[in-house]
């Protein structure tokens, strides 16, 4: 009887300890993602005033370039 208890008490502390991980665990994923998106707010803000030109400085995209195969 006594072994019974015991395997069955030490069953339902293994289960609360499981429980218990994944939960923190999931507040710690929770968290992250939280962080992540409070980040990409402030980077957008502070790029904000940004900008990237792509400029053609060879002429390559008027047409036909010579060290190009026909």
Do not use: C, H
């Not at 429980?19 to 402030?42: K, R």
């Amino acid at each position: 009887m006594l072994l019974v208890v015991r395997t069955r008490l030490r069953e339902l502390v293994y289960r609360a300890n499981l429980y218990l991980a994944y939960t923190i665990y999931a507040f710690f994923e929770w968290a992250l993602i939280l962080f992540d998106v409070g980040f990409d707010a402030v980077t957008a803000l502070d790029f904000e005033g940004l900008e990237f030109v792509v400029k053609d400085v060879k002429g390559a995209s008027r047409g036909y370039v010579q060290w190009l195969p026909k």
